[in-house]
């Protein structure tokens, strides 16, 4: 059986010994939201200076219009020359605020979907139920995550209001004569209310459709991965490590094993990332009009390499975000769930006695 993400409170019924989930946890969800949310926050603010080079990266062809494009080390040099170290953390506000809803309901819905996934059909138990669960709840976030994420991007791209400017005057600008790109954005509100003064409600959510065919395979892919590496680790230390005393600490297994399950994840889904980025950048100057139109034009122009630009940064900013991310979850879980529900007055005993009345009260755990 898979070993689904670590659920708080889980206790074995008196009568049965099956593990079950005490009545009272449901009342809880809203911990696997505030853990989801906190862990979420914490890998965005932390990595953030690495989602800026991996955005300066995949979106050269349209700020510079030019097929000479940096690669990461250059990256780092062109921004700290022209930014200074400020440079680095542009559009960490709208960054941090997408990724706290996203982790909030990335976590906080996934253990109940999963459960009620395989409760209705058995037969998506395991890692079926796993995908469709991640998936789910990272589409749930992509509401508040998407309009963050075009304000983030534009903030990353523009750098100072001084560099911004240098690079309007340049004649190499990917633009129509006399158009302008969109105005420096001077913080989150105000870049969001130029959007949508200039585009309505389609500039706020921009690249839509190409940020779920991103993120949907990646919520997915990393809640598979990382419980298959789970399974792994507990069948080693079932099977090779018998005879010895090792207890691996689930906030470090949750490091190492959700660090390798957003990496691969990252590298996998880096195309539609490419794809999505350029079409949040873009602005008034329509080069792609649609993520399929900006698959063939990148292909047909950059060939292969193209559709993996920003790889690189991109699995650098994943592998530590997601360690973090699956550590912070795990040590909340392990260190607060415990005195939470020791708040609460146990009901599960209650199925020892053979009353009606309280058989009946067991019988909803």
């Known amino acids: 059986m898979a070993h689904s993400f670590p659920s708080p409170g889980t206790t074995a019924n008196s009568t049965t010994g099956v593990p079950t989930r005490p009545p009272h946890s449901d009342f809880f969800v809203w911990r696997e939201f505030m853990w989801g949310a906190m862990a979420g926050g914490l890998g965005e603010g932390m990595m953030h200076p690495i989602d800026t080079l991996k955005t300066r990266i995949q979106s050269q062809a349209i700020i510079s219009g030019t097929q000479a494009q940096k690669n990461i080390l250059q990256m780092v040099k062109t921004v700290w020359v022209s930014d200074g170290l400020q440079g680095f953390y542009r559009g960490i506000t709208p960054g941090v605020t997408g990724s706290l809803a996203t982790g909030a309901t990335y976590f906080g819905v996934i253990e109940s979907t999963k459960t009620w996934l395989e409760k209705v059909n058995p037969g998506l138990s395991g890692h079926w139920s796993h995908f469709i669960a991640g998936a789910i709840g990272d589409t749930l976030g992509s509401f508040v995550y998407v309009p ?3 304000v983030k991007l534009r903030m990353q791209v523009q750098g100072t209001r001084k560099s911004w400017t240098s690079t309007f005057m340049k004649e190499n600008i990917s633009r129509k004569p006399g158009e302008k790109m969109y105005g420096y954005y001077t913080g989150m509100f105000q870049a969001g209310h130029s959007i949508w003064k200039q585009h309505g409600l389609r500039g706020l959510f921009a690249g839509y459709w190409s940020t779920l065919a991103r993120d949907v395979p990646f919520a997915g892919l990393m809640v598979t991965f990382y419980e298959a590496l789970k399974e792994m680790s507990e069948y080693g230390q079932q099977n090779f490590f018998t005879n010895a005393d090792l207890q691996v600490a689930s ?3 949750g490091l190492v094993l959700g ?6 994840s990252a590298y996998l889904t880096t195309p ?4 999505k980025t350029r079409l949040q950048v873009q602005g008034s100057t329509i080069r792609y009009k ?3 139109d900006a698959l063939k034009r990148i292909w047909l122009a950059e060939g292969f390499s193209g559709l993996f630009k920003g790889s690189v940064p991109r699995i650098m900013w994943y592998v530590p975000a997601s360690a973090l991310t699956f550590m912070a979850v795990e040590f909340l879980r392990d260190n607060f769930n415990e005195e939470l ?3 609460v007055p146990e009901v599960t005993n209650l199925s020892l006695d053979r009353s009606s009345n309280i058989q009946a009260a067991g019988s909803r755990t």
């Open 148 to 150: 963050c994420e075009v």
């Open 251 to 253: 906030s470090f297994e």
């Open 259 to 264: 660090g390798l399950a957003g990496g691969l």
């Open 272 to 275: 539609m990332d490419v794809i």
């Open 290 to 292: 649609g993520w399929l």
């Open 341 to 343: 529900d020791d708040d």
